[in-house]
């Protein structure tokens, strides 16, 4: 069994729909949680971070981070076409290494 | 602020020849990590440095795979000799606390 789990997707919205992304994990030594956007042929660019359990919200998206069940979610609010990539959530206990999922690859379409 | 630095971005080579991969850290980043990502998957880590110091070189396949990190800041990878299976995306990250900084990659074509 994997750390990290993910749904590999393919997702395919309609434009302005809320994406929902989610990943589980089996380390609860866990404390930092990240999603990284990865464009094709591009490395992974951080999007949100938060550190333990909680919401974060920037703009259109929120991160929500739910230790108890080891469950962690992005929603994307108003879906745009430029959101089309692959979505990876990944966390880590500090300076350590990340642990990534496999990414869940998302079609935004107009 | 400039960004994680890497080069070249694109490398294609025959099978048991070496290459090497240089990076350049988000400017006073002390932890470097080299990632490694196949297709379809998520990145993994290959080594982390604090500093010069390589604290976590567990996956890094030593047979064939070096690294270093001389005046800790910039970083070198290398193979050799290079194997099929070693065609890959070779991404750098840089952080100066949990969250991490990518670059954007090199893509490796063994033939």
């Known amino acids: 069994q994997k750390e990290v789990e993910q749904d590999p997707g393919p997702l395919s919205v309609p434009e302005g729909a809320i994406v929902s992304l989610n990943c589980t994990y089996s380390?609860?030594?866990?404390?930092?949680f990240m999603w990284y956007r990865q464009y094709s042929r591009k490395g992974p660019e951080l999007l949100m971070y938060t550190y333990s359990s909680g919401n974060k919200e920037d703009g259109r998206f929120t991160a929500q981070v739910d230790k108890s069940s080891k469950y962690i979610s992005l929603f994307i609010r108003d879906s745009q076409p430029s959101d089309s990539a692959t979505y990876l959530c990944?966390?880590?206990?500090?300076?350590?290494?990340?642990?990534f999922g496999t990414g869940t690859r998302l079609q935004v379409f107009p | 602020e400039a960004g994680v630095v890497q080069s070249p971005r694109y490398k294609i080579i025959e099978k048991k020849q070496p290459v090497a991969f240089w990076c350049n850290p988000i400017?006073?980043?002390?932890?470097l990590y080299w990632y490694l990502q196949n297709l379809g998957q998520g990145p993994e880590l290959l080594i982390r440095y604090e500093n010069e110091e390589a604290v976590d070189d567990s996956q890094l396949p030593k047979d064939r795979f070096s690294a270093e990190r001389l005046k800790g800041v910039d970083s070198t990878l290398k193979i050799q000799p290079a194997e099929l299976g070693d065609s890959a995306v070779y991404l750098c990250?840089?952080?100066?606390?949990?969250?991490?900084?990518f670059g954007p990659g090199t893509r490796l074509t063994v033939t």
């Open positions: 400017s006073g980043h002390n932890t």
């Open positions: 990944a966390m880590n206990k500090g300076t350590d290494k990340l642990i």
């Open positions: 990250a840089s952080s100066l606390g949990a969250e991490q900084y």
């Open positions: 380390n609860s030594a866990f404390q930092y």
